[in-house]
């Protein structure tokens, strides 16, 4: 007598069966075995060498180089498909997407309604950043859904305004979705000099004082084998400077991939991932850079991130005591800043706005604004927006001077390249949200002891490495810095601000090598407000905080210059009718 089959086993079979095809569909659609790209270019990623590893990003649980990483590119074939960009994962699981360079995004209405297609098909609004300034590519971000937090690895998402779309029916078979590049470990930017190249890099030299040897590094510009490479003579902090490469550039490409190469004894070389570019000069210009406007005495720079509402008050008191141009690197804002920017241009102040919107650089920014604002500037001064320079010898004049900050200058060939100012830190002052009439007439309590200083520099007496701390440079050997006495002169920092407005300090520091408040590391650091934790909460007594000093005389200068009555009451220049 023949025997059954057992239900069981046909059910184990049947199991056995799913498991197999389920497996294989996930590997088909993880590394790429049968997907379908539309077409493939070599500007969205590094360049490697036979010797080279591309380094696109560290896995959580897995800090080794990967040995082969393969990429994809998208084209734009209508208005609903992909559009070729290269992605980054910020802090807070926000990811920045970047166009390609040949992008044709020009108006405002073609930056809406974008959405990030991730790898489960899981999708988020991406919102539209800005326009890098030196590469003319636009910027999206959005933030990672939860259900893509918990898969391994990370790859770029697409970026499309198809709600319908699927990730994998937007690749090809050729190669697999890159990984999404890490912000701790990147090229961002690079600006040329009539003299070399700097590149700017994250991840390199992590440690304050701790850097590479230039000797142990490359610069590399353009893709595959054709890549150029030249030496690399500064390595401080993100900052590198590396020869002119022989590139001559035609009307159809003038734009090179350049990133950073590490050098590795054992001969397995690193590349860098980056997004920065190299415009070379073209035949016949000289090699020399176009000087477009008169250099101003005195400069003022500073990273700003959600300032509209503090930046007509900063810009209207110092271009009243002689700051004449005004250089601001904005870090991502998301506020009313654009609106406040354009009022102040049209009313004639000199602002120019750099987008900068790379997480924890502001040494590198500052770096970056020494080059770029050598031949417009002579002095710059780098003060933050809450920031107010005053002299106590200006205290009995009727109305402020252009020539009020020139006097706490040096004279010519004095061999100062850098005037050092203290800082008095104001406290909350019994506010509990942000005076209407301004920081100078809303914050008048502060503590005793003077804190750090900020600087007044010489551009051309800083060192060529452009290493910078805290505000102040490194010199050149024939130069020297001086403090002034604050009797003469000193910053009134209202740095400990109403709870809503300080509180925000909390979401990240900018300064690469100072740790941020929610981390518990290092909490003894100046930077950090005494007795605060690590929590965006509001202590008790806060708006008495900081009080030792009751200190009037910046309030009373400004009210007698800034000033005026209406019917409304008593009001500050600078406030909104």
């Not at 990030?116 to 933030?143: E, W, Y």
């Not at 010199?475 to 003469?488: D, N, T």
Request: glycine share 4%; hydrophobic share 35%; proline share 5%.
């Amino acid at each position: 007598m023949r025997r059954k089959p057992r239900f069981t086993g046909l059910i184990f079979s049947v199991a056995f069966f799913l498991l197999f095809a389920f497996q294989f569909s996930r590997k088909v659609f993880f590394f790429g075995a049968d997907l379908n790209i539309s077409s493939s270019s070599s500007n969205l990623l590094p360049s490697r060498s036979a010797n080279s590893v591309v380094h696109y990003a560290l896995h959580e649980t897995n800090l080794d180089f990967p040995q082969q990483l393969t990429h994809r590119t998208r084209h734009v074939s209508s208005i609903l498909d992909p559009i070729p960009t290269v992605s980054l994962l910020l802090p807070d699981w926000e990811v920045l997407l970047i166009s390609s360079i040949d992008t044709p995004l020009s108006s405002p209405d073609s930056f809406r309604d974008f959405l990030c297609l991730f790898q489960n098909n899981a999708t988020s609004s991406a919102n539209f950043s800005g326009v890098l300034d030196f590469t003319g590519r636009v910027t999206f971000k959005c933030l990672m859904p939860e259900s893509v937090r918990r898969l391994r690895p990370f790859f770029q998402p697409l970026l499309t305004k198809s709600p319908d779309k699927e990730f994998s029916s937007s690749l090809s078979s050729s190669s697999p979705a890159p990984e999404l590049m890490r912000w701790t470990f990147f090229a961002y930017e690079a600006f040329e000099t009539e003299e070399d190249v700097v590149l700017f890099v994250k991840g390199v030299n992590n440690r304050q004082g701790s850097n590479r040897q230039p000797t142990d590094l490359n610069c590399v510009f353009g893709d595959g084998d054709d890549a150029i490479r030249t030496a690399v003579t500064s390595s401080v902090q993100e900052v590198f400077r590396c020869r002119h490469p022989n590139l001559t550039t035609s009307e159809d490409h003038d734009k090179f991939k350049i990133t950073l190469e590490i050098l590795d004894a054992r001969g397995k070389n690193i590349l860098v991932p980056s997004v920065a570019y190299y415009s070379p000069r073209r035949s016949g210009d000289g090699g020399g850079l176009v000087e477009t406007e008169a250099q101003s005495m005195i400069c003022a720079c500073t990273m700003v991130y959600n300032v509209g509402k503090f930046l007509r008050e900063w810009v209207m008191y110092y271009s009243r005591i002689g700051v004449e141009k005004f250089i601001l690197y904005d870090n991502g804002s998301e506020d009313e800043i654009s609106a406040v920017l354009k009022e102040l241009k049209q009313e004639g102040y000199n602002i120019e706005i750099v987008f900068w919107i790379w997480p924890k650089t502001q040494e590198a920014g500052f770096s970056h604004s020494v080059e770029y604002s050598k031949k417009s500037c002579k002095w710059m001064m780098f003060v933050d927006i809450d920031e107010f320079v005053f002299s106590p010898s200006w205290l009995n004049s009727l109305k402020p001077s252009k020539n009020m900050l020139n006097s706490l200058l040096p004279t010519k060939n004095s061999g100062i390249g850098m005037v050092t100012v203290m800082c008095n830190d104001y406290g909350p002052s019994d506010r509990i949200s942000h005076p209407a009439e301004g920081v100078t007439q809303g914050y008048n309590c502060r503590r005793k002891v003077e804190e750090r200083h900020k600087s007044i520099v010489l551009l051309e007496a800083v060192d060529r490495s452009l290493l910078n701390v805290i505000h102040h440079f490194k010199l050149r050997k024939e130069f020297q810095s001086r403090q002034m006495r604050v009797e003469e002169a000193v910053v009134n920092h209202y740095k400990y601000q109403a709870w809503p407005e300080f509180r925000m300090k909390f979401r990240r520091r900018v300064s690469a090598y100072v740790v941020d408040w929610k981390n518990s590391a290092n909490p003894t650091s100046k930077d950090r407000a005494p007795g605060l934790g690590n929590t965006a909460v509001e202590p008790p007594e806060w708006p008495r905080k900081f009080c030792e000093v009751r200190d009037d005389r910046l309030r009373l200068l400004t009210q007698r210059w800034f000033g005026y009555e209406t019917a409304d009451g008593y009001r500050m220049a600078w406030q909104s009718l």
